[in-house]
């Protein structure tokens, strides 16, 4: 497991644009499976959006066509470009890293508060 640092997060208006980064914090990072996950005051944990070493995205269902996965490989930064921002996007976001989706890291959290 390796540290992960997420930056990106802080307080938008609804229909804001955010963009969130994570980048390993040392160590061998060997994984195949990136991505995000959020987890909103008084619900689970939901995974936003997954990125594979062969470019295999997926979305979740709220958040398609509105949000972007996308990395840089040369840098190991992981983005996540959050367009068309609701209150419900509201939460702690989550970097994760892992094999086969198997995302034994996980970053601290940084918080995006998405105002009306």
């Known amino acids: 497991q390796v540290p992960l640092v997420e930056s990106g997060g802080g307080l938008v208006q609804a229909g804001g644009s955010l963009r969130l980064s994570c980048v390993p914090s040392?160590?061998?990072?060997?994984?195949?499976?990136r991505g995000w996950y959020r987890q909103a005051p008084g619900k689970e944990r939901e995974m936003v959006a997954t990125?594979?070493?062969?470019?295999?995205?997926n979305y979740a269902d709220s958040v398609k066509g509105r949000f972007t996965i996308s990395r840089d490989n040369a840098k190991k930064l992981l983005y996540l470009q959050m367009n068309s921002l609701k209150r419900e996007d509201t939460a702690v976001y989550y970097c994760?890293?892992?094999?086969?989706?198997?995302?034994?890291?996980w970053g601290q959290g940084t918080q995006v508060t998405v105002s009306s």
């Open positions: 990125i594979t070493e062969d470019g295999s995205i």
């Open positions: 040392g160590g061998v990072f060997t994984v195949n499976s």
């Open positions: 994760v890293s892992g094999v086969r989706y198997l995302f034994g890291s």
